[in-house]
T-cell receptor, first 117, second 107 residues
Framework: GAGVSQSPRYKVAKRGQDVALRCDPI?????LFWYQQALGQGPEFLTY????????KSGLPSDRFFAERPEGSVSTLKIQRTQQEDSAVYLC???????????????FGPGTRLTVL | TQLLEQSPQFLSIQEGENLTVYCNSS?????LQWYRQEPGEGPVLLVT?????EVKKLKRLTFQFGDARKDSSLHITAAQPGDTGLYLC???????FGAGTRLTVKP
């Protein structure tokens, strides 16, 4: 398909395990965003990539969270030593233009629901 | 970071009623976006408003951007059950979202 895909759709982890969440953006999209969405809340910004450069990681809640986009396409969000408060839906979005352009229609994936037991 | 406050947080109405939800900030936005999110899916863009005082219509949905570009409203006429969802606003400057208004339209 031509949309944003995320995998896995569901992930259950035991507290203390490391997890890796994958995002495949729309081909050719320059911008890629990661968000964390708690139940009943709006998406909370985590980090932003322009191509392979991580220009903003101010939303990452701790140094246990790490994101990369090494070739400017697929991105991975890694959470080390997961804790129960990390349980949430992790959304990825891509946009054709850089954030600075002001033309930022974001296309979202369906999200990965992470449950930490 | 520009903080967005959305109100009301929850809204439950009967089919056919009209409603308005709000998105407010103390900061000025170059443009502002509204999204709708359904359960199990990512948000989908409804509209982008750019000019202060701008009004955009999308079928039964009317979006307005405040003159000072600090606030926006979404008005739905004759709501239908298919309008049920989480309505989110986001500043295009930094793509941060408000907490959203969860709308339920009962048949």
């Amino acid at each position: 398909g031509a949309g944003v895909s995320q995998s896995p759709r569901y992930k259950v982890a035991k507290r203390g395990q490391d997890v890796a969440l994958r995002c495949d953006p729309i081909s050719g999209h320059v911008s890629l965003f990661w968000y964390q969405q708690a139940l009943g809340q709006g998406p909370e910004f985590l980090t932003y990539f322009q191509n392979e450069a991580q220009l903003d990681k101010s939303g990452l809640p701790s140094d246990r969270f790490f994101a990369e986009r090494p070739e400017g396409s697929v991105s991975t969000l890694k959470i080390q030593r997961t804790q129960q408060e990390d349980s949430a839906v992790y959304l990825c979005a891509s946009s054709l233009f850089p954030l600075s352009s002001g033309y930022n229609e974001q296309f979202f994936g369906p999200g990965t629901r992470l449950t930490v037991l | 970071t520009q903080l967005l406050e959305q109100s009301p947080q929850f809204l439950s109405i009967q089919e056919g009623e009209n409603l308005t939800v709000y998105c407010n900030s103390s900061s000025v936005f170059s443009s502002l976006q509204w999204y709708r999110q359904e359960p199990g899916e990512g948000p989908v863009l409804l509209v982008t408003v750019v000019t202060g005082g701008e009004v955009k219509k999308l079928k039964r949905l009317t979006f307005q951007f405040g003159d000072a570009r600090k606030d926006s409203s979404l008005h739905i006429t004759a709501a239908q059950p298919g309008d049920t969802g989480l309505y989110l606003c986001a500043g295009a400057n930094d793509m941060r979202f408000g907490a959203g208004t969860r709308l339920t339209v009962k048949p």
